[in-house]
Each structure stands twice: as C-alpha cells, then as structure tokens.
C-alpha cells in the first residue's frame, strides 16, 4: 500500500485519484468528447434496417456517376428511365430523347417506363437562371446570336414533346412528385400517363411572365369543361386523383409497381404485341372516387368559355355577389389571382389556349366528329383498342390531336420568340428568382392593369414574325447509339442529290443530340457573369 503511495505521488498521480474520486459523477455527466452513437440518437440507424431494406432506384444503373441527368436500368422486355434533375437543361433534354429513341426502336423493349429518381419531385420546367443569362444579354445586345440560341433550345425541346406525343410503344410517364409549369409535357402526353397520391401539378410559368411551351398548351386547351384554362390562369393545384379525373393522367399506379414490373417484364415478350399491352392493365390500380374538384367542373366551364379574357373576369366580378356562398367565395378568389399576375404574360397565354381551343373546334367540324362521338373517342383512347372500329377511332382521334399538337408547338415557340424583346419576360423572371431573399422586390411591367392591355399590342407579340414551323420526319428505324454509323446505313434518301443516303441530314442530327450540344455557347455566356 505505501510502496503504491510513493508511485503515484512520484509521477504526480495522487492528485488525479483523488479528484476523480470526487468529482466522478460530475465527470460523467458533463462529457464533452463523443467516442460512439447512441439508439437515442437522431442520427442512429438500425444496422437490421439497413440490411433488409428493399433495393433502391439507383441499383443496377447503366452509369456509377452521381451527377448524371438521366439514367436508365435494362431489363428484358421493358427499359425504365430515371430523370435525376429538378429542372430541364439542354443536356437533360438531349440525353432523356436519345434514350428514348433507342427505347423506341430495341424490339427486346415492349414498354417503357419514365419516371424521376426522388419522389418528391418530377421536374420543375427549363431551369430559370440559364435562361435569364440568354435573356438579358440578348435585350442588351440586341444581339441575334442570342435568339438563335433561345430558338435551339426551344426545337430541342419541341422534338422531345413530339417523341413523347407520337411514341410508338407504351410509354409509363409516371408522375412521380411535384410538377410544375412547362415540364408537364413529360409526363401528361405520354400514351399511358400516370400518377399517385403524392402526384401533382400547377401551372406556374405566369407566376415569373413567362408563356407556354414544349405543348403545354395543347394538353391544357384539350381539357374538358375549359379547366385547363382555369388551371393556367390561377396556378391551380391538382393533387393526387384530381389529376386522373381532370383528364392530365390516364393510369393509376403506385411507386412500387415499378419494381413488380421490372420483375415479370420479361413475360412481356412471351406474346404478341397486342396481348403485351393488354398485360400492362393488371399494374393499373382502380382510381380512387375522390374529386375536390367535381361540384365546380360547371361553374368553371360557364365563366371561362368565353373568347375574351376581359368577359370572362366580368363573370367572375358578378359571382363574387352571388348568393351561393360556396360560388361567392371561389369567384372572388380566382378573380384576385387573375388581376394580380403579369398583365401581358396572362393575355398571351389566353389567347394562345383561345386559338387552340377555336382551332380544335374546327378540326372536329372538319372531321364531322360531333360532341358525343368525341367523347367516344377520349373513352376508347384509355383501353387498347381490340376491334376495328375502336383501332378507327384511335386513328381519327391521333390524327386530330396531332394537326392540334403541332398548331400549339408553332403558336408557343413563334410568341415566345417574339415576347424576348419584352421587359416584362426580363423583370418577371429576375423578381421570382428573388422573392424568398434579402434582395426582393415587386416586379413592374409596361403596363401593370391587366384591363389596360390593348389588342395591338397582343397581337404583335402572337403574330410578328412567325417564321417557326415545326416539321414532321420519320424516325429511323435505327437507334440513335448508332449514329456514328449512319453514314454508310440509313434509311434517308436525298432525293435532290441523287445519293443513298442524306449526309447533311444526319450530320445534323449527330450535332443536335449530342450530350455536348450548345455547351460552348452556353459557357461563354458564364463568361460575361463572372
């Protein structure tokens, strides 16, 4: 014992001993250095849960990277494509279209499913700061190279819509999250668009002045009962089975459909091509009887079925003193979000839908399709069709869609081409940008009374210059991986110069999908905003 004294009084030990002998519970509690995570923990995870959790999205991908923008898995009968992006760019644009059309022409691929990789988000439309470089250096410059730039996009992204609108195959566009604006197009022209509960959509391109495009305003001008032009002009949300019953989504499916389908896709190919589709019905749940929006559907349509945009506020001011409460209260709160959006920007869009809608009208006169037989056609067009005359009315009701879908590609891209010059598309864009920061403002436009705006000035904006027309080819029947190779195989004949193949044609193609597409243009643009 003493020998053990001298020791610890030698190396200066004792005084240790003893405060650790005092102070020993305080030392415990007042521990400051962590040596481990404990259950309690926030960040604790179960190793148990981790084992057997189910195998995410991002398993068995055709790429390790983290940052790529849209991925796809193989599987034997059916390719799923996962888009990794909150918003559009060039690149996303360019790589979801190539892996399309390769999708579209492998015939071990009967089906096809888009989705996002999160299922919070699906896609949130062009990402707004790139395009808020182009427009400022162009309303600055007044330089046409950054028109020409605006207008690459804008085709880009019009062929991308159109593959989606015409696709060959089925093609699962699940709406997996939140939609907004413009981005719509990717999941709603898909021939079986589908959705969930945690699904939804608002048009929001108002909300920042800016117009439609990618055929927004085709799906949103086709709705029945004029609801798309309620959706457009209020920033409306439609959730969950609302989107099903309004007319945006077709199917009903749930997120854990992808995986059940990816396991029997290969039975997909064990039969015929007809009898393939009619096996993709048994993954289409039954929709839930919900719709919020079912007792409005005809107070909608009786105010916003008028051809001017002025009428239809008139309406909606004299509802806001009618003595149903319920159409009291919805009049006065449409009729504010209205008057308080981009002056402009809201007749523009109305007059775009406008159009599209008179145009649809005339088409179906043309067609000698009247209203009952029409909606024959929107009931048989969710079924594939077994008999010859429900594949007749598929035919006639594509050929219809596609004369519509193509006036509204031409009608958005030529007035948005038009509306760039416009300070308002400038300020709109820049005050939404900043609305949640310390450096917000209230955006000012040329003429801030939405009852103010002259005709002249719309009309301008919708036909000046109209020289975009969107023009219809035959996709090859070759992938678009082989480009490369397409000089010696293809099925393009140049008629004027005599040759086997069209060279030019295919140059061009090579350079307007190739992942590195505008990535120069766009980097010097960077340059003036270091």
Request: glycine share 2%; proline share 2%; hydrophobic share 35%.
């Given at each position: 014992?003493?020998?053990k004294?001298?020791?610890?009084?030698?190396?200066?030990k004792?005084?240790?001993?003893i405060?650790l002998?005092?102070?020993?519970?305080a030392?415990?509690?007042?521990r400051?250095?962590?040596?481990?995570?404990?259950?309690?923990?926030?960040?604790?995870l179960?190793?148990?849960?981790?084992?057997?959790?189910?195998?995410?999205?991002i398993?068995?991908?055709?790429?390790?990277?983290?940052?790529?923008?849209?991925?796809?898995?193989?599987?034997?009968?059916?390719?799923?494509?996962i888009?990794?992006?909150?918003?559009?760019?060039?690149?996303?644009?360019?790589k979801?279209?190539k892996?399309?059309c390769d999708?579209?022409?492998?015939?071990?691929?009967?089906f096809?499913?888009?989705?996002?990789?999160y299922?919070?988000?699906?896609n949130y439309?062009?990402?707004?700061?790139?395009?808020?470089?182009?427009?400022e250096?162009?309303?600055k410059?007044?330089?046409i190279?950054y028109?020409n730039?605006?207008?690459?996009?804008?085709?880009?992204?019009?062929d991308l819509?159109?593959?989606?609108f015409s696709?060959?195959k089925?093609?699962?566009?699940?709406?997996?999250?939140k939609?907004?604006?413009?981005?719509?197009?990717?999941?709603?022209l898909?021939?079986?668009?589908?959705?969930?509960?945690?699904?939804?959509?608002t048009?929001?391109?108002?909300?920042?002045?800016?117009l439609?495009?990618?055929?927004?305003s085709?799906?949103?001008?086709?709705?029945r009962?004029?609801?798309?032009?309620?959706?457009?002009l209020?920033?409306?949300v439609?959730?969950s089975?609302?989107?099903?019953?309004?007319?945006?989504?077709?199917r009903?499916?749930?997120?854990?459909s992808?995986?059940?389908?990816e396991?029997?896709?290969?039975?997909?190919?064990?039969?015929?091509?007809?009898?393939?589709?009619?096996?993709?019905?048994e993954?289409?749940?039954?929709?839930?009887?919900k719709?919020?929006?079912?007792?409005?559907?005809?107070?909608?349509?009786?105010?916003f079925?008028?051809?001017?945009?002025?009428?239809i506020l008139?309406?909606?001011?004299?509802s806001?003193?009618?003595?149903d409460?319920?159409?009291?209260?919805?009049a006065?709160?449409t009729?504010?979000?209205?008057?308080?959006l981009?002056?402009?920007?809201?007749?523009l869009?109305f007059?775009?839908?406008n159009?599209?809608?008179?145009?649809?009208?005339?088409?179906?006169?043309?067609?000698?399709?009247?209203?009952?037989?029409?909606?024959?056609?929107?009931?048989?067009?969710?079924?594939?069709p077994?008999t010859?005359?429900?594949i007749?009315?598929?035919?006639?009701k594509y050929?219809i869609?596609?004369?519509?879908?193509?006036?509204?590609l031409n009608i958005?891209t030529?007035?948005?081409?038009?509306?760039?010059?416009?300070?308002?598309i400038?300020?709109g864009?820049t005050s939404?940008?900043?609305?949640?920061t310390?450096?917000?403002?209230?955006?000012t436009?040329?003429?801030?009374?939405?009852?103010q705006i002259?005709?002249d000035?719309?009309?301008y904006f919708l036909?000046?210059?109209?020289s975009?027309e969107?023009?219809?080819?035959?996709?090859?029947?070759?992938?678009?991986?082989s480009?490369?190779?397409?000089?010696k195989y293809?099925?393009?004949?140049?008629?004027e110069?005599?040759?086997?193949?069209d060279?030019?044609?295919?140059?061009?193609?090579?350079?307007?999908?190739?992942?590195?597409?505008?990535?120069?243009e766009?980097?010097?643009?960077?340059?003036?905003?270091?």
């Amino acid at each position: 014992m003493l020998f053990k004294l001298k020791y610890l009084r030698k190396h200066n030990k004792i005084y240790d001993v003893i405060q650790l002998s005092k102070c020993k519970n305080a030392y415990v509690i007042k521990r400051s250095v962590r040596t481990s995570i404990f259950k309690d923990d926030d960040i604790y995870l179960n190793p148990q849960d981790i084992h057997n959790e189910s195998l995410p999205k991002i398993n068995y991908l055709n790429s390790g990277k983290l940052d790529e923008y849209v991925y796809n898995r193989n599987n034997i009968g059916m390719d799923t494509i996962i888009i990794n992006s909150k918003y559009m760019n060039i690149k996303m644009i360019n790589k979801l279209y190539k892996k399309l059309c390769d999708s579209e022409v492998n015939y071990t691929k009967r089906f096809i499913f888009l989705t996002s990789l999160y299922n919070n988000i699906f896609n949130y439309s062009y990402n707004l700061y790139d395009l808020l470089k182009i427009l400022e250096l162009y309303q600055k410059c007044k330089d046409i190279h950054y028109l020409n730039l605006f207008k690459k996009i804008l085709q880009n992204t019009n062929d991308l819509a159109y593959l989606i609108f015409s696709y060959k195959k089925p093609i699962i566009s699940y709406c997996n999250g939140k939609i907004k604006g413009s981005a719509g197009f990717l999941s709603f022209l898909a021939n079986n668009s589908a959705s969930f509960n945690h699904s939804s959509y608002t048009y929001n391109n108002l909300n920042y002045s800016f117009l439609p495009y990618g055929g927004i305003s085709f799906i949103l001008a086709n709705l029945r009962a004029n609801l798309g032009f309620y959706f457009a002009l209020t920033g409306q949300v439609i959730q969950s089975s609302d989107l099903v019953w309004c007319g945006l989504t077709k199917r009903w499916i749930s997120d854990e459909s992808l995986e059940l389908m990816e396991i029997s896709s290969e039975s997909q190919l064990e039969v015929s091509e007809q009898d393939a589709h009619i096996l993709l019905e048994e993954h289409f749940f039954k929709i839930p009887e919900k719709y919020t929006l079912k007792n409005y559907e005809q107070v909608i349509h009786e105010h916003f079925k008028h051809n001017n945009l002025l009428t239809i506020l008139k309406c909606l001011d004299q509802s806001r003193n009618s003595s149903d409460q319920n159409i009291k209260k919805w009049a006065d709160e449409t009729y504010q979000k209205i008057i308080t959006l981009p002056p402009l920007a809201t007749h523009l869009t109305f007059e775009i839908l406008n159009i599209l809608r008179n145009y649809k009208m005339e088409l179906l006169k043309k067609a000698q399709v009247n209203k009952r037989l029409w909606n024959e056609m929107i009931k048989n067009s969710y079924k594939v069709p077994t008999t010859k005359e429900q594949i007749s009315m598929n035919e006639l009701k594509y050929t219809i869609d596609k004369e519509l879908f193509i006036k509204s590609l031409n009608i958005e891209t030529n007035t948005l081409l038009n509306f760039i010059s416009c300070p308002d598309i400038l300020n709109g864009i820049t005050s939404y940008l900043v609305k949640d920061t310390n450096h917000a403002f209230s955006s000012t436009y040329l003429n801030n009374n939405i009852f103010q705006i002259k005709k002249d000035i719309i009309y301008y904006f919708l036909f000046y210059k109209n020289s975009y027309e969107y023009n219809i080819y035959d996709r090859p029947d070759i992938s678009y991986s082989s480009l490369s190779v397409l000089e010696k195989y293809n099925q393009h004949y140049n008629a004027e110069g005599n040759t086997s193949h069209d060279k030019l044609f295919f140059s061009k193609q090579f350079e307007r999908w190739n992942d590195d597409y505008l990535q120069e243009e766009l980097e010097d643009i960077n340059k003036h905003f270091l």
